[in-house]
């Protein structure tokens, strides 16, 4: 599982200026309309092998190879994982990062929520099993009144997680387990 929402990080580079940032950390001569070349800090030369391009916000050193986006800059030049050069940038923006608590949560509510649709799923083929049986027809034929012309009974559907709330629902329950 990805760290930082995807969306979240291009959100965030879409706030960033690549020509800006690596600007800031080496001195760049315009080499085009939109590119622009310095000396590497990534190896010694003398002479600049060093573009970057503001239109496709990345970065290349024909002397060493090295190339990426703003993140991979930052985590080159300051020895950083991306999920620090990502709060570091997001600092600078004024971002707000999603902490990965905030992920773990809200899979594990996800992951929580699945489990209750599965027990559901469950006891809702257990039941309709059930019915299925003689006694159980017997049941729906003798309680058929008091529940839906159509589709499952709604005691079996609602009643894992709420108690039934009915006269009509605890009878309907009870005509057919007993
Ligand atoms: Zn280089």
Known sequence: ????????????????????IVGERVQLRKAGAAS????????????????????R?????????ESGDVFKFVQKLDTLTFPDAVRQLAGRAGMTVPEPEDARA?????????????VHEVAAAWFKAQLATAAGRG????????W??????????SGAV?????????????????
């Open 1 to 20: 599982m990805p760290l930082f929402p995807a969306s979240f990080v291009e959100d965030l580079k879409s706030h960033l200026d690549i020509v800006q």
């Open 36 to 55: 622009w070349k310095g000396l590497c800090p990534f190896h010694g030369e003398r002479t600049p092998s060093f573009h970057v391009h503001g239109d």
């Open 57 to 65: 916000q990345f970065f290349h050193c024909f002397g060493c190879g």
């Open 106 to 118: 809200d899979a594990e509510s996800a992951r929580e929520r699945e489990a209750l649709l599965k």
């Open 139 to 146: 049941a729906l034929r003798g309680s058929a009144r008091t």
């Open 148 to 157: 839906p012309r159509r589709g499952f009974p709604t005691p079996f559907c």
């Open 162 to 178: 709420s108690s039934p709330s009915t006269s009509s629902s605890s009878r309907a329950t009870g005509s057919a387990t007993g």
